[in-house]
T-cell receptor, first 116, second 120 residues
Framework: AQSVTQLGSHVSVSEGALVLLRCNYSSSVPPYLFWYVQYPNQGLQLLLK??????LVKGINGFEAEFKKSETSFHLTKPSAHMSDAAEYFC??????????????FGQGTTLQVKP | NAGVTQTPKFRVLKTGQSMTLLCAQD?????MYWYRQDPGMGLRLIHY???????AKGEVPDGYNVSRLKKQNFLLGLESAAPSQTSVYFC???????????????????FGDGTRLSIL
């Protein structure tokens, strides 16, 4: 069965510092990979996704993530944190295959705090 | 374009009461999903639908029922609410065919803003 682990339920960085949020998956076949962001009292928004091709994926708001098959990882990074990046971030996977129903398996979430 | 709209946004129920949460999407998506979000557990799939008139169980279906009589609407029902069902509920929709290679599994899901449900 697929599973997703996000290391660190809370991450705190200073404004302008590097953001690194970790995500590892467990799957016999590399899945499709997603990062979502949730701002307070809102739903989830897609940041970026990896389906195929280039393993470094760029998303919105300056975020990017790199798929590393050998490490079964899909870590999210941003070179310079902004106060507006404070939110909860979810890594999710979806099983490949045309018969799949698109069900997502989510990690536990990581709350990003940005200090001035 | 409203996207995915959930009603109500907040609700407080007493144990044993019933209620229905409504999800409506205007993107002509085929697939719709209901999740619950609990602290430290991410989002867990309750039920989902792959098209009008179809529903299927997800990871945590017990105590919930769903219906999708119209393509744009997906209803989640609690027949007899329990305190363990206190949670934030999210609806999501996905997938319109856009060409060869498009599969629901590689399409993003679009989420509503959630319904915060407390059961006393």
């Amino acid at each position: 069965a697929q599973s997703v682990t996000q290391l660190g339920s809370h991450v705190s960085v200073s404004e302008g510092a590097l953001v690194l949020l970790r995500c590892n998956y467990s799957s016999s076949v590399p899945p499709y990979l997603f990062w979502y962001v949730q701002y307070p009292n809102q739903g989830l928004q897609l940041l970026l996704k990896y389906t195929t091709g280039a393993t470094l994926v760029k998303g919105i708001n300056g975020f990017e993530a790199e798929f590393k098959k050998s490490e079964t990882s899909f870590h999210l990074t941003k070179p310079s944190a902004h106060m507006s990046d404070a939110a909860e971030y979810f890594c999710a996977v979806s099983k490949r295959g045309s018969s799949n129903t698109g069900k997502l398996i989510f990690g536990q979430g990581t709350t990003l705090q940005v200090k001035p | 374009n409203a996207g995915v709209t959930q009603t109500p946004k907040f609700r407080v129920l007493k144990t044993g009461q019933s209620m229905t949460l409504l999800c409506a999407q205007d993107m002509n998506h085929e697939y719709m999903y209901w999740y619950r979000q609990d602290p430290g557990m991410g989002l867990r799939l309750i039920h989902y639908s792959v098209g009008e008139g179809t529903t299927a169980k997800g990871e945590v279906p017990d105590g919930y029922n769903v219906s999708r009589l119209k393509k744009q609407n997906f209803l989640l029902g609690l027949e007899s609410a329990a305190p363990s069902q206190t949670s934030v509920y999210f609806c999501a929709s996905s997938y319109s065919f856009t060409g060869q290679g498009t599969h629901v599994s590689n399409q993003p899901q679009h989420f509503g803003d959630g319904t915060r449900l407390s059961i006393l």
